[in-house]
C-alpha cells in the first residue's frame, strides 16, 4: 500500500486574499503619488524624482503582489511602506530642509493610510504561523483561499479612495476649504503656501512677509478676493501702455531686479481711498522676452504707516510692509497688498515674485530676496549708520555716474561688489534685457535714484518712493 503525501505549501503560490488586500492599497498610494509629482513641479527638483521614484517602486510591487506573495516581498512591501511613511511624519511634523513644515492634506493622509494598511498585512504575514494541519515549512498566506467578495471590496474601497484622494492632490490644496476648490484666488492663494515662499519670509530693509499659516476663507470672502482679482485685470487695460501710465503720472521706482518695476502714483498714493482698481497706487509692469512691457498686477497702499488694510478676501489677502525703497532707509512702509493678475506659484496676493517671473516667464536667473536685502542692508549702514568704507568712495562715482559698458567692466564689478552686490544681481545690472532703460526713467545711471534716495529720503520716504533713475 502506498502513502501519498500531501505536497507541502510553498512560497511562490498564487497569491492570496491578503496579497491582493496588500496589491490594491499599494496601487491607490502609487496613484496619488504620481499626482504628487505633477502638483510639486514647481518644487525642488529632488521633490518630483522623489514622488515619482515611489510612485515607480510602489507599481512594481502591485504587479508582484498579484502574482506571488513571498516573504522577500512581504519584506519589501513592508520596509518601502513604513519608510515613506516616516518621512511623510517628519515633513508634517518638523519639516525637511528643501520645503520646511507642510500642512497635512487630504491625498496624503489618504496615501499614508493605505500604507500603513500594506505594511501591517505585510507585517502580519511575516510574522504569522502555520495553521493546523499545514505542512509546517508551508507559508499559511500562500494556502489561505481568496474570497472573491472579498477582493472586489476592497478593490472598490481603493479606487474609491484614490479618486477622492487625487483631486486634492492635483490641486495641492493641503488645509484648504473645500470651498474654495472653485475659486481661482484660493487655489493660487492657499495662505501663500507655495514652494516658493520661504525665500522671501526676510526682515529689514528688504521683503517682509509673514510666515505661511493654514486659510479656511468664507464663501463670501473667496467671492470678495476673485472679484478683485478681475476687477484689477480690467482696471489694467487702461495701462496695457506704459506710456498710458507715464501720461497719467506714474513714475518708476528705478532699477530693480528679475524684470519687475514698480510705477508708483503719488496722486493716487495720497488719495484716502483703498483697492480701488480705478486708481491703483502702484502698477507692476514685467519685461518681456522682446523687451517690451506689460502690466502684470498692482500693489495696493495704505495712505500712510500704521494703518491696517482692509481684508475683503479674508486670510487670503495678506497685507505687508517694505523697507527702502518704499520708505526710508531703516523705515517700514505702509501696508500694501499685491494682487497679480498672471499665474505666479504663491497666488495672487504674494508676496514676492519677482525670483518666479525671471525664472518662468524670462527664463533668467532669478535674484533672491536675500541678495537684495543685503544690499539694502549695506545702503543703510552707510547713508543711515554713517560708516562709508574707504574703497566704496571712489566706487559710489563710479555706479552713480558710469555708463554701462564702464558699469559691467571688471572695474565696474568690482565696484558693485563693495557694495555687496551679489554676482547674480550684478549679472542682471549687465543683462542687456534686465538692465536696459526703463520707460520714464532718466538717462543717469541704475543707482542715482538709490543713492539720492538714501541720501534725501528720510524722515518721510517720499524722496525714496519717488526716485527715478536708468
Request: net charge positive; proline share 7%.
Amino acid at each position: 500500500m502506498t502513502t501519498t503525501l500531501a505536497s507541502p505549501a510553498t512560497d511562490s503560490e498564487a497569491p492570496p486574499s491578503a496579497a491582493l488586500v496588500a496589491a490594491v492599497a499599494l496601487l491607490g498610494c502609487a496613484v496619488i503619488h504620481a499626482f504628487a509629482a505633477y502638483a510639486h513641479r514647481d518644487a525642488p527638483k529632488s521633490h518630483v524624482v522623489f514622488f515619482v521614484a515611489i510612485a515607480v517602486a510602489q507599481g512594481v510591487l502591485v504587479l508582484r503582489c498579484a502574482r506571488s506573495w513571498r516573504r522577500s516581498d512581504r519584506l519589501v512591501v513592508a520596509a518601502l511602506s513604513l519608510g515613506v511613511t516616516a518621512v511623510w511624519l517628519v515633513s508634517r511634523t518638523w519639516g525637511l530642509p528643501s520645503s520646511g513644515k507642510e500642512e497635512v492634506g487630504m491625498g496624503d493622509a489618504i496615501a499614508s493610510a493605505l500604507q500603513i494598511v500594506t505594511a501591517t498585512v505585510a507585517l502580519v504575514g511575516l510574522t504569522a504561523r502555520t495553521r493546523s494541519g499545514d505542512a509546517p515549512q508551508g507559508d499559511p498566506a500562500t494556502v489561505r483561499p481568496r474570497s472573491t467578495a472579498g477582493v472586489a471590496l476592497v478593490a472598490a474601497l481603493g479606487a474609491g479612495l484614490t479618486a477622492f484622494a487625487v483631486p486634492a492632490v492635483a490641486g495641492h490644496q493641503h488645509g484648504a476649504n473645500p470651498l474654495a476648490a472653485t475659486s481661482i484666488s484660493a487655489v493660487w492663494a492657499n495662505a501663500g503656501h507655495s514652494h516658493t515662499g520661504t525665500d522671501a519670509q526676510l526682515t529689514g530693509n528688504g521683503v517682509v512677509t509673514a510666515a505661511a499659516k493654514s486659510c479656511s476663507p468664507t464663501r463670501q470672502q473667496v467671492a470678495a478676493a476673485d472679484a478683485l482679482v478681475a476687477s484689477t485685470a480690467v482696471g489694467l487695460e487702461k495701462y496695457r501702455n506704459v506710456n498710458t501710465a507715464l501720461a497719467d503720472g506714474f513714475k518708476p521706482l528705478g532699477f530693480e531686479p528679475n524684470g519687475l518695476h514698480h510705477y508708483i502714483s503719488k496722486a493716487y498714493r495720497d488719495d484716502p481711498s483703498v483697492l480701488d482698481p480705478s486708481k491703483p497706487e502702484s502698477i507692476v509692469y514685467g519685461t518681456l522676452p522682446d523687451g517690451s512691457m506689460r502690466p502684470i498686477g498692482v500693489m495696493y497702499m495704505m495712505p500712510k504707516p500704521g494703518l491696517a488694510g482692509p481684508q475683503p478676501g479674508g486670510c487670503l489677502m495678506t497685507w505687508h510692509s517694505h523697507g527702502f525703497p518704499f520708505a526710508a532707509l531703516g523705515e517700514q512702509s505702509a501696508q500694501m497688498v499685491h494682487v497679480w493678475t498672471i499665474p505666479v506659484p504663491g497666488g495672487p496676493f504674494a508676496h514676492e515674485s519677482g525670483p518666479d517671473y525671471a525664472r518662468l516667464y524670462l527664463g533668467k536667473t532669478p535674484a533672491p530676496a536675500a541678495d537684495v536685502n543685503r544690499f539694502l542692508d549695506e545702503l543703510k549702514r552707510i547713508f543711515v549708520d554713517k560708516q562709508l568704507k574707504p574703497e566704496q568712495l571712489s566706487a559710489v562715482m563710479s555706479l552713480r555716474s558710469g555708463t554701462a559698458q564702464q558699469r559691467c567692466s571688471a572695474q565696474g564689478r568690482a565696484a558693485m561688489a563693495a557694495f555687496a552686490l551679489s554676482k547674480v544681481l550684478q549679472d542682471q545690472i549687465c543683462d542687456p534685457l534686465l538692465g536696459q532703460a526703463i520707460p520714464g526713467a532718466t538717462a543717469r545711471s541704475l543707482f542715482a535714484s538709490l543713492f539720492q534716495g538714501a541720501d534725501g529720503g528720510r524722515p518721510g520716504g517720499r524722496g525714496a518712493l519717488l526716485g527715478q533713475a536708468s
